[in-house]
């Protein structure tokens, strides 16, 4: 399997800032994704981060909202841009594609986000 | 449009007992299916998953999942139930024609008593 890291792992934030979130896999894959999960509740994908080019974004969600990179295979980042307390949220980086597995997708541990 | 559904936001076993969290899903294609566990203050952890093969999966922790074609189904079971395996249960699907999204179902709370 795959090793997921994502820091922060939480922040506290004033509405209107922006934070940025980072995400390290311990292998080369394929694929990386980025989800929102409201405590208790099923995850939304927000977006696929696309190695070397722009990430497909889902329905409800925009490009100048939640800025994404992928530089290489093992790295993204997911930018939450003028927060406000709606963007309240636990975000999670995930993978998948592997040398082992074309199918399973590796969850980091999320950043809890608070905005004020 | 392909999705998930898990009929039970809770389910209560006592410890010892059998479990099982039903899953349902609707999609265009041959499914890949999942089912994921989630601790409190925890990311995901992958259990177990069905991509083709023999319809009974067998996957971490003493869970087992059964796919079940004609009635859409891929119900999550353990014959004993422990008290740590108290979590938020996610199905989820993927067909590789959308590009390997993982659509997820609404999640059921295990609830495991002594």
């Known amino acids: 399997s795959a090793v997921i890291s994502q820091k922060p792992s939480r922040d506290i934030c004033q509405r209107g800032t922006s934070l940025t979130i980072q995400c390290q896999v311990d292998?080369?894959?394929?694929?990386m994704f980025w989800y929102r999960q409201q405590p208790g509740q099923s995850l939304t994908l927000i977006a696929t981060a696309n190695q070397g080019s722009e990430a497909t974004y889902e329905s409800g969600f925009v490009i100048d909202k939640f800025p994404i990179s992928r530089p290489n295979l093992t790295f993204s980042t997911l930018t939450v841009s003028n927060m406000s307390p709606e963007d309240s949220s636990i975000y999670l980086c995930s993978a998948a594609g592997t040398e082992k597995s074309s199918y399973e997708q590796y969850f980091g541990p999320g950043t809890r986000l608070t905005v004020t | 449009a392909q999705s998930v559904a898990q009929p039970e936001d809770q389910v209560n076993v006592a410890e010892g007992n059998p479990l099982t969290v039903k899953c349902t899903y609707s999609v265009s294609g041959n499914p890949y299916l999942f089912w994921y566990v989630q601790y409190p203050n925890r990311g995901l952890q992958f259990l177990l998953k069905?991509?083709?093969?023999?319809?009974l999966v067998k996957g971490s922790y003493g869970f087992e999942a059964e796919f079940n074609k004609s009635q859409t189904s891929f119900h999550l079971k353990k014959p004993s139930a422990l008290v740590s395996d108290s979590a938020l249960y996610f199905c989820?699907?993927?067909?590789?024609?959308?590009?390997?999204?993982?659509?997820f179902g609404q999640g059921t709370e295990l609830s495991v008593k002594p």
């Open positions: 069905y991509i083709t093969g023999d319809n």
């Open positions: 292998s080369q894959v394929t694929m």
């Open positions: 989820a699907v993927i067909t590789y024609n959308q590009g390997g999204k993982l659509i």
